[in-house]
């Protein structure tokens, strides 16, 4: 097995594009590389398993300040995992609410799209729905109407 690695070849391996690595390493993701000869920077297996499970916990959907927290944790593994299943659980709850939040849009979109079948640009019931449509703000404010 190779023990060094350059970024191409990491990238190629774990799917994670170079610049993806060079973030995380300014994050402190990851750790900063060796360097060969002409100033390349090597990675060794340690580091491919690393962004391995970043890209594995952002398939998931967590955030980076998450992942850096689960990566502290399995860097001390003597350290309760209590934390680690605090974050799961923050984002599952997340997920599913997003879920309820999708499934709410997807049966308004339905509504419509079966209130429509053709005719004219001005009687067409999707055009009239999203003019007719009154934002509402979430927690972060109005979004768009901020703007």
């Known amino acids: 097995m190779k023990s060094a690695y350059r970024i191409g070849e990491v990238a190629t391996r774990t799917g994670c594009s170079p610049e993806s690595i060079r973030h995380y390493e ?3 993701l990851l750790a900063p590389p060796q360097r060969g000869e002409q100033g ?3 990675y060794n297996q340690a580091a491919l398993e690393r962004i391995g499970f970043i890209r594995h916990g952002r398939s998931l959907g967590l955030d980076l300040h998450s992942i850096q927290e689960l990566l502290a944790l ?3 593994p003597d350290t309760d995992c209590t934390a680690a299943d605090d974050i799961a659980s923050r984002h599952l709850q997340h997920l599913e609410e997003r879920i309820t939040a999708l499934q709410a849009l997807a049966d308004e979109l339905r ?6 079948r053709g005719g004219k640009a001005a009687n067409c019931r999707i055009i009239k729905t999203l003019y007719d449509h009154q934002p509402t703000c979430s927690k972060r404010g109005c979004g768009e109407m901020n703007a």
Do not use: I, M, P, T
């Open 26 to 28: 300014k994050l402190g």
């Open 40 to 42: 390349y920077r090597r």
């Open 74 to 76: 399995s860097d001390n």
């Open 111 to 116: 509504q419509v799209v079966h209130q429509c």
